[in-house]
């Protein structure tokens, strides 16, 4: 595997290449640059599989790399490095994008590496930016991109109407009746919570979009129907709290 470090720290650059160097994975050449336009180069020439680039950097943004491939593919792997606020996190969950938070765990750059290397293909890299891209400047989530089996789905927000854990895996249901299979555990959408959005997780296997709340119930243990008739469970521990929001809307 070849890689690239972009970053304009050099510390931050010798560190990151060290860690990868000792975490005992096969690593071919790695590559560095301290700014995205050199960064650039640096890919045109190395070919990597994998590019590590700080998403804060003097003159242009990591996130800005897709203007120097436009109307190419993009046709390596991108983990952005970051030190960034809370915020800037959920942004990169909500597209689907791989961050490593300075600094940097060894586990969690191994964690990283074995996914590049095991994924066989890029899953609409050029798109989960573009997206990545309109979030950090409007400050507001409008999609979620949804790993499926083929790649990367953006579904807006304003359609999902809940989201239901199934082993390893979420079902989501979306307005129009249909149901997505995301190979990810419910606990992977926990940000969905604090975007400040209008979602809510009632029970530990749920998490609901109060836009399409219709009933609650106190029958059956307590439950809530949404618009298009699901009933979800509401935990114990969560009724009163639910009651309260409810109250407020």
Do not use: C, W
């Amino acid at each position: 595997m070849k890689i690239a470090v972009i970053d304009d720290e050099v510390k931050a650059r010798s560190l990151l290449i060290n860690l990868i160097r000792n975490i005992g994975e096969e690593v071919g050449e790695i590559a560095e640059a301290g700014d995205l336009a050199n960064g650039v180069d640096v890919i045109r020439k190395l070919k990597p599989d994998l590019v590590f680039l700080d998403i804060e950097m003097p003159n242009e943004r990591g996130t800005e790399i897709l203007n120097y491939f436009e109307g190419e593919a993009i046709e390596f792997d991108i983990v952005f490095t970051t030190a960034y606020s809370e915020y800037a996190l959920q942004a990169f969950e909500m597209n689907a994008i791989d961050y490593l938070l300075k600094p940097i765990r060894p586990k969690r750059l191994k964690e990283v590496i074995d996914r590049v290397r095991s994924s066989a293909e890029q899953k609409n890299i050029q798109l989960r930016l573009e997206e990545l891209r309109k979030s950090l400047r409007s400050n507001h989530f409008n999609k979620i991109g949804l790993p499926v089996q083929d790649g990367i789905e953006f579904v807006p927000l304003q359609q999902i109407v809940r989201l239901e854990a199934d082993g390893m895996y979420t079902k989501v249901k979306r307005e129009n009746g249909d149901e997505v299979l995301v190979s990810k555990p419910l606990k992977y959408f926990q940000h969905l919570l604090d975007a400040g959005s209008t979602f809510y997780r009632p029970h530990r296997s749920h998490i609901i979009n109060m836009k399409f709340l219709k009933q609650y119930v106190r029958r059956d243990g307590h439950a809530i129907i949404l618009e298009n008739g699901d009933m979800v469970p509401v935990a114990k521990d969560k009724k009163e709290q639910f009651l309260e929001l409810v109250s407020s809307i």
